[in-house]
């Protein structure tokens, strides 16, 4: 059973990788991937790294298409050789419709695995057409499988794959008068750290002054965004320590995080850590949402997007600077405004939980695998 899995994100990468594990384990799995070092890993057949090349914005979008499409080619080439039983496509936003047409081409089932954003921005025509290529959809919150579930009867959720590694208890009342760890995460995407690092450097150096002993992590999500990091910190900025991705031990030590939208900051609140949110759009991209297509969203956050209420402050757009951002990290501080903050997280953790005995990979692989035998 020779089974293509295809991965866009990073961290849909490492979810996709956990998910080929089962089906090997369990279902004898000859896994074909497209995807990052986490599917690159424990593939048989690994096509090549996309994850660099998926953005946010009309021009970055732009900038990746050949990559991606010279990846898509080289898969072409590979299935008229070898043949697989079936493909997964899990979070690979603004390419999935092209790769969902290569794949139809050959004949192959679908099963889609974390969709696209339409479920937010409620474009019911774009998650039509997902549905209609999908053999099978598998969503990983709870108002993405009510979306779909309406479209398809063939949609199932699990509960969301974070749950399966993290389950953090109540963290406990911190003072933070005096010193503070901060972790800075300002994306995964260079597209991102354009929006976003700026302001946070600016913001950290502002901290510093009001708590001299203030500490700041920087994580660094590729070895090849650090200069242009550094180029940002030298003028704005503190000393800060840069760090590749966390572990879940070094995610412990920080008291509050200043996060790109996504999913790490979903990640930060299973970890029970205090964090501020930023979720903006290049301004043509922004604009032509906006004014053009005019789509609305009361939030920008994924954790208060799932919760559909403020479960962490967020900052949008024009009030990403380094002001809101001090403002937003010096609310999070008190005892009163932690002990409010864990009330929340616990509401949305608990949302998120597996759904079975199991694992929410193992859960997923069991699906698919059924459908296969």
Known sequence: MRILIVAGELSADRFAADIAMKLIQHHGASIVAIGGPHLQGVSETFIGDCTAHVSVGLGDRLKGIRPIFSLLDKLGTYLKKTPVNRAIIVDFPNFNFEIARRLCGFQIPIDTVITPNFWIWKDLKSAKRVV???????????????????????????????????????????????????GLFPGSRFSELRLYLAPMVKAAARIKKNWPEAQFILTVARPEFTPYIDAVIAPNGPAMTLSPPLSDTDMEKLDIAVCATGTMSLELVFHRIPTVVLGALPRITYWIARFFLRLRLPFVGLPNIVANSQVVPELAQSAITSDQIVNAVTGLTSPADQSAIQDRYDMLTQQLAPTGTESISKQIADQIGCQIR
């Not at 009510?146 to 969301?160: E, I, M, R, V």
């Open 132 to 182: 209609a290529y999908s053999n099978q959809i598998i969503t990983i919150f709870p108002p993405e499988f009510s979306w779909y579930k309406q479209l398809s009867p063939s949609t199932y959720y699990f509960g969301h794959p974070i749950s399966d590694r993290l389950r953090v208890a109540r963290r406990p009342i911190r003072d933070l008068s005096h010193s503070i760890t901060i």
